[in-house]
Nanobody
Framework: QVQLVESGGGLVQAGGSLSLSCVASGSIFSIGTMGWHRQAPGKQRELVASISSGGSTNYADSVKGRFTISRDNAKNTVYLQMNSLKSEDTAVYYC????????????????WGQGTQVTVSS
């Protein structure tokens, strides 16, 4: 079994900053891409940022220049540094990881965290 445990989230004023982190643990065989998604009420979940095992990144246009994704492969951890936050960034943020479980190494999995609320006030 593999679990993703998130830290961070909370209430911040517009223009402020917030950092999120997520750690994968358990019977991990390997991890590929890790990323962050968000979902606002009444909207579909959308990709915010992702990072490959080699460090290649991509971002949604709405967060480019403001958010930075990074990872620590030795710790199976992905981070999201959010700066210059806007009210439009308010959502539940979910981390995810693509990988393989040692118990079922021939199968690929897409693991998800429980989500953390980010609220940006004006």
């Amino acid at each position: 079994q593999v679990q993703l445990v998130e830290s961070g989230g909370g209430l911040v004023q517009a223009g402020g900053s917030l950092s999120l982190s997520c750690v994968a643990s358990g019977s991990i065989f390997s991890i590929g891409t890790m990323g962050w998604h968000r979902q606002a009420p009444g909207k579909q979940r959308e990709l915010v940022a992702s990072i490959s095992s080699g460090g290649s990144t991509n971002y949604a246009d709405s967060v480019k220049g403001r958010f930075t994704i990074s990872r620590d492969n030795a710790k199976n951890t992905v981070y999201l540094q959010m700066n210059s936050l806007k009210s439009e960034d308010t959502a539940v943020y979910y981390c995810n990881a693509d990988g393989r479980d040692r118990r079922r190494p021939l199968s690929r999995y897409d693991w998800w965290g429980q989500g953390t609320q980010v609220t940006v006030s004006s």
